[in-house]
DNA sequence: GCGGACTGCTTACCT
DNA sequence: ACAGGTAAGCAGTCCGCG
């Protein structure tokens, strides 16, 4: 093969590299490489450090098959991977000082990479589903046989197959997935490709006969899309069923009788059940285009759809880069080395403590991809890191903070000790300094900065060229698809250099980046005030002030960023042709109730340049889904109320009113006070023991619920139960289970009243709240009112 | 034996 | 299997107490 061409997909089998691609009829083929050999690389200073005795050992152990010095700078040890000794000599290597590089890639990432080859974005692809014998209850996986299969292709075209050879039924599985270059199923990570991977080996079929199509969760991607806004969709859950219902409006096959039953006594039923699964998934994917975002940045990044994580994106993006620069990156931390970095901690964002109370005209600004614009602004990135001064540099700093926390340290002290370091350290003003003092060079251009910033600029790009575009286009959507990857890709830089298992893993500089993050934020807070804005509350990137005139806050606006700029430059001696740092204002409540740290309500009256009219909050008990039925009602009600102008008298006579009601509610209503609780790990990693992990317990050893996995993606189950003595730790039953009692004082006190309580205490903090939450007390203290 | 102070666990949220 | 920061509620423990 001459001119390589684009890859649909590649694996290896210890020495060999396959291939996917189609030919020019279209055909899919695959191509074997067997003369690429593996490699790691050392730089030409650690390949002096190695004995020379070393290297003859283990060529005489066949680990070691060859040295490269070829290249500039590197030396490449070709080795053969498969022998288990290779693990001891990179040990040993590491002992004498010296830093293998880029050693944990497999073969035909290595090949890939080194030889620049393209991804096919033209796939097809086939949407799948099983059905299994659901007689004996329950699902674990590969129990039961497999009763039919359906894989819907997008082009429309169907196939089907359901009988009573169940080895016949899987060799055909295998047929029919094989003209396709993805299968897509609903919760099939989990379900379907386990499921049907169990019952090949039951029948001794060869696995690697799926080898050639890639699999991906579909539910998987929309949870990691939409599980942060569930509410705001109206989306309770991520069954099929109900993700069809809210974005398709549709559902799926109605069926009373169990699977089998279908398949004893209506097979046509059984054939549109299954096929109809697989519709829902084409559609849902036609109509979000998911895939095609997918495909897109597979073929940005050089990765495969089916290892569709972004730390394996942008590691296949900065790995190519690198290359083609000419340089390799470090080994990925071994799980000894992940669990050490595990021990540091990092601190992150700066989280203001805030001047809690009931505004008028709070204003809220944001920096624009702040750590993005940090990377890039200081050059950050583990190739311009001046180690030679890190060290004394960080002594210096941990000194100078002592025991204290960065966030409780005096601005103008952190400043001025900022600028006292540089003197010392980098006197000749060839570094960027960041708020943690550590350097890095100006001369040369770190790798992750140059791709942030181009990340960066083709959003931009994007951005300008959506608005030249119309809507509902294929270039369009293209744009639109292109700037939502380089945004997501800019955004995650910094979540892997403060990923313990990633090869970008270093806290001096994911830490350079968040506590450089806390400066700027703190430093913008110090201009707000000097213009004479009390600066009430941050987190991380934003800035809330009260400012009620609106006319000034156009100039105000561009006259904080001139100063930000301005003042960053200087003091961190940017050399920065354009200025950097964007901090908009993005957000207008007529009246805010700011409560405490991450959160508050009110009425948002602006934002992102656009008038709106809408409640806004955070954190509150309303956007929390362990709230019951209850208390979102009259929380919601209280609000709307104390927004709408409630004087303090008449707060005060609601929440007599509400309190006089819930205890004389005779029949309470198992909805209205249901707590919903998931579990989030095995029943066994349960160091103690609340209400609904007890509850739980006792489900599942009835098996009434599935354990939980230790996998993040996959949640718990929901337990739903209700408190019926608050006193005893069983005084809980489960919804389905109540009889009618609720323990009211507890109710009152921790579920109702306690919510309303805390806003009552910052709008009207003269009133002492906290006789209402007793009932007994409240009885008492009213006799004599 | 019981209650208050305290610690750490757990869940769910925010940026 | 990309991060840290935080509130709230409560389980569990320790300690004092003639």
């Given at each position: 093969m001459k001119e390589l061409p684009k890859v649909i997909y590649a694996w290896d089998n210890k020495y060999k590299v396959f291939l996917l691609y189609r030919n020019k009829k279209k055909e899919r083929k695959i191509h074997v490489v067997k003369d690429f050999h593996w490699y790691f690389a050392v730089t030409k200073e650690d390949y002096e450090k190695i004995p020379k005795e070393l290297l003859t050992k283990y060529a005489n152990w066949s680990v070691v098959r060859n040295v490269d010095k070829t290249e500039d700078g590197y030396v490449k040890i070709l080795c053969?991977?498969?022998?288990?000794t290779i693990y001891g000599f990179l040990e040993e290597l590491k002992r004498y000082g010296v830093k293998p590089l880029e050693a944990d890639m497999s073969l035909s990432k290595r090949y890939l990479i080194d030889n620049e080859i393209k991804i096919d974005e033209n796939l097809k692809i086939g949407y799948f589903d099983i059905e299994t014998?659901?007689?004996?209850?329950g699902i674990e996986i590969g129990r039961d046989r497999i009763l039919s299969w359906a894989i819907v292709g997008d082009d429309g075209i169907e196939y089907y197959k359901s009988m009573e050879d169940e080895k016949q039924l899987l060799e055909k599985f295998a047929e029919a997935a094989d003209i396709f270059d993805v299968i897509v199923g609903w919760n099939s990570l989990n379900f379907d490709m386990p499921y049907i991977l169990k019952r090949m080996e039951l029948h001794n079929i060869d696995a690697s006969k799926l080898q050639k199509v890639m699999h991906v969760d579909f539910m998987m991607r929309l949870v990691k899309l939409f599980a942060p806004i569930m509410s705001i969709l109206g989306l309770s859950g991520f069954s099929l069923n109900e993700v069809s219902k809210v974005f398709l409006k549709r559902e799926k096959v109605q069926h009373e009788e169990k699977i089998y039953e279908m398949y004893e006594n209506n097979k046509e039923l059984l054939k549109e059940y299954n096929i109809n699964d697989c519709k829902l998934v084409k559609e849902l994917n036609d109509q979000m285009k998911t895939l095609f975002l997918m495909i897109k940045e597979c073929a940005w990044t050089g990765s495969f759809l089916n290892k569709f994580y972004v730390g394996e994106l942008l590691d296949n993006y900065i790995l190519r880069d690198s290359k083609q620069h000419g340089h390799y990156l470090p080994t990925k931390p071994t799980v000894e080395e992940e669990a050490q970095n595990r021990l540091h901690k990092i601190t992150g964002g700066y989280v203001k403590d805030p001047i809690t109370g009931f505004y008028n005209n709070m204003r809220v600004f944001d920096f624009k991809s702040l750590y993005p614009t940090i990377i890039i602004g200081y050059n950050i990135g583990i190739d311009t890191l001046n180690r030679k001064i890190a060290v004394q540099a960080r002594l210096d700093f941990k000194e100078w903070l002592g025991d204290r926390k960065i966030e409780k340290v005096d601005f103008d002290e952190w400043l001025n000790f900022l600028l006292e370091q540089k003197k010392k350290h980098d006197p000749e003003d060839k570094h960027y300094q960041t708020a943690i003092n550590q350097y890095f060079v100006k001369d040369t251009k770190s790798i992750i900065s140059s791709l942030v910033e181009n990340l960066l600029e083709q959003r931009k790009e994007y951005k300008k060229r959506l608005d030249t575009l119309e809507e509902g286009t294929t270039e369009f959507a293209n744009a639109r698809a292109m700037q939502e990857v380089v945004k997501e890709l800019a955004n995650s830089m910094f979540g892997i250099t403060a990923d313990a298992s990633s090869r970008y893993y270093d806290p001096l500089i994911s830490e350079s980046i968040t506590i450089t993050g806390q400066f700027w934020n703190r430093l913008s807070a110090k201009l707000f005030e000097g213009l004479g804005h009390k600066v009430l509350y941050a987190d991380t990137d934003s800035i809330f002030t009260a400012i009620d005139d609106d006319a000034i806050m156009p100039e105000l606006h561009k006259k904080m960023n001139v100063m930000l700029n301005d003042e960053v430059k200087k003091i961190f001696s940017l050399?920065?042709?354009?200025?950097?740092?964007d901090l908009e204002y993005e957000k207008k409540y007529e009246k805010l109730m700011l409560l405490d740290k991450k959160r508050y309500i009110g009425r948002l009256v602006w934002s992102n340049g656009k008038n709106v009219r809408l409640l806004h909050s955070r954190g509150t008990e309303n956007v929390k889904k362990d709230t019951i039925k209850y208390t979102r009602k009259v929380f919601l009600e209280m609000i709307e109320l104390i927004l709408g102008g409630y004087a303090c008298q008449e707060a005060l006579d609601y929440v007599k009113k509400q309190r006089k009601e819930f205890f004389e509610l005779e029949t309470p209503i198992a909805e209205d006070f249901t707590i919903v609780k998931r579990l989030s790990?095995?029943?066994?990693?349960?160091k103690t023991f609340s209400r609904h992990v007890r509850l739980a317990k006792t489900l599942l050893k009835e098996n009434k619920i599935v354990e939980t996995k230790k996998m993040k993606v996959n949640w718990g189950e929901r337990i739903y139960f209700i408190v019926t003595d608050a006193i005893d730790t069983n005084g809980q039953c489960l919804i389905e289970n109540f009889k009618g009692k609720i323990d009211k004082d507890y109710y009152w006190r921790i579920q109702i009243f306690s919510p309303m309580r805390r806003i009552l205490k910052v709008v009207y903090p003269d009133i002492d709240w906290d006789k209402y939450e007793d009932n007994a007390r409240y009885e008492q203290s009213s006799l004599f009112t």
């Open positions: 053969n991977r498969w022998s288990k014998d659901d007689r004996n209850g050399s920065l042709e354009k200025d950097l740092i790990k095995p029943m066994t990693d349960y």
